[in-house]
């Protein structure tokens, strides 16, 4: 059974920093595409970072314009549970969401939000001035 569990959300003011957390368990994909997305209350779920994989390997990564420069995606395969990391520094008011993981069997290239077979609960990010 698959399950993608974030964790790391919370309130930060503009210009601060936070770090997401995803648990992945039971995917058994060789080569994978794990990514971030995040939906604002309101607006459609974007895409905001991608990473991919083959093996324990990181591959490419991939960036949404409006966070390219301020976040890291990154993931780490050490203790038998793959991680995936998002790093977000000089946060906006912009960013604040529900931030979810999620993952496909694959590439990451040419993929869309729709082209992703799991998703966890999400975790939210709140900036405030």
């Known amino acids: 059974q698959v399950q993608l569990v974030e964790s790391g959300g919370g309130s930060v003011q503009a210009g601060g920093s936070l770090r997401l957390s995803c648990a992945a368990s039971?995917?058994?994909?060789?080569?994978?595409?794990m990514g971030w997305f995040r939906q604002a209350q309101g607006k459609e779920r974007e895409e905001v970072a991608k990473?991919?994989?083959?093996?324990?390997?990181?591959?490419?990564?991939?960036?949404s314009d409006s966070v390219k420069g301020r976040f890291t995606i990154s993931q780490d395969n050490a203790k038998n549970t793959l991680m995936v990391y998002l790093e977000m520094k000089s946060l906006k008011l912009e960013d604040t969401a529900m931030y979810y993981c999620?993952?496909?069997?694959?590439?990451?290239?040419?993929?869309?939000?729709?082209?992703?077979?799991?998703w966890g609960q999400g975790t939210q990010v709140t900036i405030s001035s």
């Open positions: 990473i991919y994989s083959v093996g324990g390997a990181s591959g490419n990564t991939y960036y």
């Open positions: 039971g995917l058994s994909y060789s080569r994978k595409c």
């Open positions: 999620a993952a496909r069997g694959g590439n990451c290239a040419g993929s869309s939000l729709a082209d992703f077979d799991y």
